[in-house]
């Protein structure tokens, strides 16, 4: 059993469409994120929330939105997609680091999107 | 805030050679530093992390790595390079609370026969 999944894994739309990516976890932990992969860029982080309360912008949330519905539900949204939006997203959970002094993230497998 | 630059985007060695991948770091507090690898396909997984304990990493399928706090470095090593350790692999930094990670652009790693 896959402990982070996400939904879909392949993608294609259109430019002006919105979209929404999800992602669930199975892992108890707090911390999700959203990442997009670009060849040459390695990841780069684009939202990520703590808890269900507390959202926060990482390096690149222009044209994206996020929601966490509940602690094991994070989805992102594009609310109208653009061709440089092409990208491979992943979605990863964490725990808690004031209670542990490091955390690894775990990685869902990925959802390739393509923006015409 | 914390940067990592890997040397060389692709790697290419013969089965049983030396695996070497290169990682700098730069942070501005103690770093915690990890190394990911990415199958086709699929996700990333964890292979190694330093978390301020032993400075040589051991990791998963034979791989480890050595934390140089003069070089601020953390190269990734296998003695002997296998067809399946074909794959992208990524370097990582983070700091105290892991709310900021940051990803090298990775390295794709060819093993020949």
């Known amino acids: 059993d896959a402990d982070v999944t996400q939904t879909p894994r392949n993608r294609i739309t259109k430019t002006g469409k919105r979209i929404m990516l999800e992602c669930s976890q199975t892992?108890?932990?707090?911390?999700m994120y959203w990442y997009r992969q670009d060849p040459g860029l390695g990841l780069r982080l684009i939202y990520y929330?703590?808890?269900?309360?507390?959202?926060n912008k990482g390096e690149i949330s222009d044209g994206y939105s996020v929601s966490r519905q509940a602690q094991a539900k994070f989805s992102l949204s594009l609310e109208s997609a653009i061709p440089n939006q092409t990208a491979l997203y992943f979605c990863?959970?964490?725990?808690?680091?004031?209670?542990?002094?490091?955390?690894?993230?775990?990685f869902g497998p990925g959802t390739r999107l393509t923006v015409l | 805030a914390q940067s990592v630059t890997q040397l060389g985007s692709h790697v290419s060695v013969s089965e049983g050679a030396l695996v070497l991948l290169r990682c700098n770091y730069s942070?501005?507090?103690?770093?915690?530093l990890f190394w990911y690898v990415q199958y086709p396909n699929q996700g990333l997984q964890l292979l190694l992390k330093?978390?301020?304990?032993?400075?040589l990493v051991k990791g998963i399928n034979g791989f480890e790595a050595e934390f140089k706090k003069s070089e601020t470095s953390f190269h990734l090593t296998k003695p002997s390079a296998h067809m399946s350790d074909a794959a992208e692999y990524f370097c990582?930094?983070?700091?105290?609370?892991?709310?900021?990670?940051?990803f090298g652009a990775g390295t794709r790693l060819t093993v020949k026969p």
């Open positions: 929330s703590f808890d269900v309360k507390d959202i």
């Open positions: 330093y978390t301020s304990a032993a400075t």
């Open positions: 990863a959970t964490s725990r808690d680091s004031q209670t542990f002094s490091y955390n690894e993230q775990f």
């Open positions: 892992k108890g932990h707090d911390r």
């Open positions: 942070s501005s507090v103690p770093p915690y």
């Open positions: 990582a930094v983070s700091g105290v609370g892991n709310n900021d990670m940051r």
